[in-house]
Structures are given as structure tokens and as C-alpha cells.
Nanobody
Framework: QVQLVESGGGLVQAGGSLSLSCVSS????????MGWFRQAPGKDREFVAA???????HYADSVKGRFTISRDNAKNTVYLQMNSLKPEETAVYYC???????????????????????WGQGTQVTVSS
């Protein structure tokens, strides 16, 4: 049973920064592709960023240049640094483990929620205007 535990959410003013963390319980973490998604009330869950086991990163166009995903395999942790936050980015943020261990992923494979088989409980991020 994979456990993913997010932390670091909170309330921040527009233009501010937050750093999210997600700790994985699996020993194979260093081989896992990991992603961050977010879901606002009444909206579908949307892709934010992903990092492969090769440390290749992918971002939604809306967050490029402002968000940074990274991983620390020694700590079984994936991070999401979020800068210049906007009110419309208020959402519950989830980390997830990709269902496949591959050398290369297509962008579609990394950005579709259905490609991930384990999810954390989510952490609320609220950006005030």
C-alpha cells in the first residue's frame, strides 16, 4: 500500500510563494515518476507538474517559469515550489505516483490523472487577492 503525504499548503497573498512537500512510503521511490495536480471546487483535476526518475521535469503551460518540481530520493520526497501565485490557483493540491516505471514518458502520459495510480490526501492552497 503506497502512502503519499502532502504538506505545506496554506493561505498566501497573490504574488506570494509556497512550497509543498510529498513524502512517499515506497522503497522504489527513486524509480517512480511523480506528479502534482490540483483541483478547484467544481472543476476537474488538472496537471501542474511532473518529474521522472531521470529527473526530467514537465509543467503545465500556466505554471512554467513560476513553479518548480524537484525530488530528493534520499528523503523519498517530491517538492513543488510555487512562486508568483495567483488567486485562480486556489485549489487542493495532490501529489501522485505514476503507474508505470519507464525510461521515457510522453507529455500525455505525465499529464493525465488516469496515468497515476496512487494519490495523497491533498493539501489546500488558498491565494487571496
Amino acid at each position: 500500500q503506497v502512502q503519499l503525504v502532502e504538506s505545506g499548503g496554506g493561505l498566501v497573498q497573490a504574488g506570494g510563494s509556497l512550497s509543498l512537500s510529498c513524502v512517499s512510503s515506497v522503497r522504489t521511490f527513486s524509480s517512480d515518476g511523480m506528479g502534482w495536480f490540483r483541483q478547484a471546487p467544481g472543476k476537474d483535476r488538472e496537471f501542474v507538474a511532473a518529474v521522472t526518475w531521470r529527473d526530467t521535469t514537465h509543467y503545465a503551460d500556466s505554471v512554467k517559469g513560476r513553479f518548480t518540481i524537484s525530488r530528493d530520493n534520499a528523503k523519498n520526497t517530491v517538492y513543488l515550489q510555487m512562486n508568483s501565485l495567483k488567486p485562480e490557483e486556489t485549489a487542493v493540491y495532490y501529489c501522485a505516483k505514476h503507474r508505470a516505471t519507464k525510461a521515457y514518458y510522453t507529455r500525455g502520459e505525465l499529464s493525465r490523472p488516469g496515468e497515476y495510480d496512487d494519490w495523497g490526501q491533498g493539501t489546500q492552497v488558498t491565494v487571496s487577492s
